[in-house]
Each structure stands twice: as C-alpha cells, then as structure tokens.
C-alpha cells in the first residue's frame, strides 16, 4: 500500500509516499528555516501563510518523484495533533480536501507517535517493546513502547524542552537559530570540561529540567553574581566553545543516563531515540556507549528523519490502519496539544 504523508506542524512543509510503511517511494520538504533565523525563531502566522504557499507545490511534487497518481494512494495521513494550530490546519485541509475528491481513506497521526515511527523507516530491526526518548525543540518526553499505539510516558520535562534549552542558549551565547547545530558546531572546538554546569538528574524520577542549565549558562557568561562583564573587572567570560562544549555535554549526560535508566526499569532491550535533537552527533555518539555498556539495543533515524517530515506520518499512518485503528472523516479537526499517552 502507498501511503500519502502530510506534515505542516511547525515550520516545514512536508509531504511523503511511503510503501507499507517502510519503503519511501518520495520526501519533499519546503522548509522555512531561514526565513525564521531572522526573527529568532518560529513565528506562527509567518509559518501558516508559508505553508498554505507551499503545500500544493510540495503535494505535486511528491507525487511525481515516487512516480505515482493519487490513483495510486491507498491511504492519506496527515499530522492533526500537535503543533502550531494554524500551520496543522493548513495540511489537515489538504488532506481532507484530497480524501474527499480522490475517495481515499484518511488517518490524522500524533506528531510525536510519527517521530518515534521514523525508527522503522530505516531499521528492519525495530520492534516493540522498547523505552523510547523523543527530545525536539517542544518535547523532551520517554516513553515506554509495548506495541503499536500502546505507548505508557514515563516522564517528560517539568520546564523547557531539550531543544528550546538549545535555542535559547545559543541565542545567550550570540550563535544563530536554530541553537541545536548552531551548539553543536561550536562545540566541536571547544572542552566540555572548561566551564563547570550542572546537570538536574531529578533522582527518583524519569523527568527533566533543563531552566537551571540555561540560568548558568546565563551566569557563566555575565558573571555569578549576575553583573555585566563591564561592571565587574575581575571576571573573564569564558570561550564561547568552551561553554558551548560544556552545556551540549551536560543536556547529553542527563538525556542518556536517565534513558538507559529507565530501560532498566521497564525491562527491554531496546531503545528508540527520536526528534530533531536526536540528530544530535554527541547525543548518538554518548548514547550509543552508554547502550552498549548495558547490553541494550539503540535505534536512531538518520538526520534527515529526526527533523520534520512527510515520510514518519506516512508510515505512522501506515501501521495505525494494518492495526485496525480506524480512520477519520471529513470531521477531522488540528489540535494544538494532546499528550500522546492519549491515544
């Protein structure tokens, strides 16, 4: 079955044909990125005007790469839940639109399920049950997978998500949006041991805090007590790829040791790790040590699939329809916030 794929959550638009959930035939992305690097970050109404510009083209053009009709398409699946209320409704009208003219089957997907499915896009060996760490610029959750939409969360953050921890701190730091490669490729010159930043392992929980992280790095750069460089003499603040080494060191180290924790806890031997920041090379690189250490199995998507796209709503659609979940009608509706222990 080819299955058609629709993302417009956030910033990109994305659209994808997928065969039986595994085989993507097409991914096209128009993403906005740039357009967003000029004011810091994501503007809702600039990335809803964008992707109603965009999302015929991108439908068009996904078709014609897989080589395929609407004919051909034997399930639409849209992203309806989570995400930017505006942007949902721009692709959950597209796919309303098409269900209705080409009679074709339709399924709205949870965003966050669909990053943790862009695992069996690229893994043969990915199966149930495994815990599963989905960190991105919104989310920073861990979950334990017994089976397709039988999700338990196990914690998430009590504050700012690992990826908004990213943006704002490399904003703090004068480095671009987006913060995570932007870190990332500072890092990369720098000693992760040079600045000294704490890490909130929260002890007896599967939850994260990353806005203490973010105050000392605040501090690290102005000073202890909070004074300006100018108005204290005495400090030096440190190299920026020194601090930037030293907070990607830290946010990796809580992400891994409470992930590998909670393996343990739920008895599985595997682990899906998921979302934009699982893109990240040191995060892949600490968790993939750390897994080999405990004797567990780490899956991770290529970069390309842990950021938003088409092709996870595709094969997250996919799986819900072979299970017998259902499908939607012409009812279906974007919703800005749904926890995915929901479904």
Do not use: W
Not at 231 to 244: G, Q, R
Not at 253 to 263: P, S
């Amino acid at each position: 079955m080819n299955v058609l794929g629709i993302e417009t959550s956030c910033d990109e638009t994305a659209v994808a044909v997928v065969e039986s959930g595994r085989v993507i035939r097409s991914s096209v992305i128009a993403s906005q990125m740039l357009e967003h690097a000029r004011f810091g970050g994501v503007v809702p109404e600039v990335a809803s005007r964008r992707h109603v510009e965009n999302i015929n083209t991108v439908i068009r053009a996904a078709l014609s790469d897989a080589g395929v009709t609407l004919a051909d398409i034997g399930l639409i699946a849209v992203t309806n839940r989570p995400g930017l209320l505006g942007a949902l409704l721009v692709g959950v009208s597209a796919a309303k639109a098409l269900a209705m003219v080409a009679n074709i089957p339709l399924v709205g997907v949870h965003h966050i399920e669909a990053h943790l499915y862009a695992n069996f896009l690229t893994h043969v060996e990915a199966d149930f049950p495994a815990v599963a760490l989905v960190v991105s610029g919104g989310h920073t959750d861990l979950f334990h997978l017994r089976g397709h939409g039988d999700y338990r969360l196990l914690g998430r953050t009590r504050d700012d998500a690992a990826g908004e921890a990213f943006d704002k701190c490399a904003r703090l730091m004068g480095l671009p949006y987006p913060g995570g490669p932007a870190i990332q490729e500072a890092a990369k010159a720098g000693n992760p041991g040079a600045v000294k930043l704490p890490r909130a392992y929260l002890p007896g929980t599967d939850e994260f805090s990353f806005s203490g992280l973010k105050t000392a790095v605040r501090n690290a750069l102005t000073g202890s007590t909070g004074k300006s460089a100018d108005a204290d003499p005495s400090f030096v603040a440190p190299k920026i790829a020194d601090l930037a080494a030293g907070f990607q060191e830290a946010v990796v180290d809580v992400l891994v040791r409470k992930t590998v924790a909670a393996a343990r806890e739920t008895d599985v031997s595997r682990v899906f790790l998921a979302g934009g920041v699982a893109a990240n090379e040191r995060l892949r690189e600490a968790m993939g040590d750390a897994c080999d250490k405990a004797g567990l199995r780490l899956f991770y998507p290529p970069p390309v699939l842990c950021t938003d796209n088409g092709a996870m709503i595709a094969a997250t659609g996919y799986y819900h329809y072979q299970a017998g979940r259902g499908t939607d009608d012409l009812s279906l509706t974007a919703l800005p916030s749904e926890p995915l222990a929901a479904l």
